[in-house]
């Protein structure tokens, strides 16, 4: 199968023997090759069949942060989702070393999770997508959360969020994945979490629970660039090294977990910042580096997802046990809808912009779950038991397997 893709590529496509994906801004244009060896078209948008749709199968990878592994899951429309693979990650047998985020580089060749609990710093764990077997470790900081690729691949940048460590400003770790080095720190806020990177791969944008901003670094320098304040009522530019709003603040305060870049005809223009206290979602022009709208959401958004063509953003609602989807034309909430298990955390979209994935940590022995949302009916369509503390979560690939 292959793809062609319009525009400038968020990811590249997933190469292999079974599908190939990729972001194509606004339009999808697919077709299959070799359909007599068993290649199957990808789902083209919203105008496909149920008929076509029920031909995909849909993968992502999964990290469970007190299980310490790694869960491959599939998902089949009319079939429902399953556990293909469960990887172990970690290495202190006698505790929990923490998996916490996943990130699959663009080509669908690898896929990364950050080791968060460390000794004490924590990891990046490089694996080789579909044999799903350890290629490299790399140590970096404190508490490694969230990672964003470059579209070529080629860098790695996490957020070092410092869960456990003493209140000072943290940083961005910049690996180079060839040789998965680790090229420098950048030193950006207190608390930095929800690391991603541009469509156009110019920018990485992390937001800071504790200071109350959103960071952008410029990845041709790997120096911070802008900083935005995100204080409720004082949203605006900051100057000089930023900082100046940590928790001592007395008034409403925005925690913000999550920085999302626009897609499709938002690309490089926006960037959606989930703020986990105040119960909204902030809407920031990078063009002009203003605020231009708001979302209110439910209790604690916590992981934001715009879908490739820039039409909707998925949000998690960790303290409501729900997901949200918005209409990013008109700023409508579409619907809300509850998750099969309490702590809802990430999300990701499938490429043809059908399906929102969504994990579930659940609480104490309960197992978490993987959630799968229809984004057209807006109906949770399959479910399947995880590891416990279900977390971080990145898209793999389509029917059949990729390798």
Known sequence: MRLQREGMVRGAAHA???????????????????????????????????????????????????????????????????VEREIPVGMMPGDIDGAHGISVSPDGEYWYVTIAHGTPQGYVWKFHAGPDTLIARTRLGLFPATMGI???????????????????????????????????????CLMPHGSRVSADGTKQYSACMHSDELVEIDLATFEVSRRFGLVPGH???????????????????CSPTWAE??????????????????????????????????????????????????????????????????DLETGEELGRIDASRSVTHGVVTSPDGRYAFVSNEAVGSTLGTLDVVDLESLQVVASVELGHQSGGIDFWGGSPDPH
């Open 235 to 253: 949203e605006m530019a900051l100057e000089g090294s930023g900082m100046a709003h940590e928790m001592a603040m007395d008034g409403p305060v």
């Open 261 to 326: 870049p626009g897609m499709g005809p938002r690309a490089d223009r926006t960037v959606y910042v989930a703020c986990n206290k105040n119960g909204e979602i902030l809407e920031i022009d990078t063009r002009d580096w203003s605020l231009t709208r708001r979302f209110p959401t439910g209790n604690a958004p916590y992981n934001l997802e715009a879908t490739a063509d820039g039409s909707k953003l998925v949000a998690t609602l960790k303290g409501d046990q729900a997901v949200a989807v918005f």
């Open 150 to 188: 470059t579209p070529d691949g080629q860098f790695l940048l996490a957020a070092n969020f410092n869960l456990h460590g003493d209140m000072v400003p943290s940083n961005v770790s910049v690996v180079y994945t060839p040789d998965m080095v680790e090229l420098a720190k950048v030193q950006t």
């Open 16 to 82: 292999g023997a079974g599908s190939s994906w990729g972001w194509a801004g606004r339009r999808w244009v697919v077709w299959a090759v070799g359909v007599s060896a068993g290649l199957m078209a990808v789902p083209a948008g919203p105008l496909m069949g149920q008929a076509e749709a029920e031909l995909q199968t849909y993968r992502v990878y999964v990290a469970n942060e007190s299980s310490d592994m790694v869960s491959r899951v599939a998902y089949t429309p009319g079939k429902g989702a399953e």
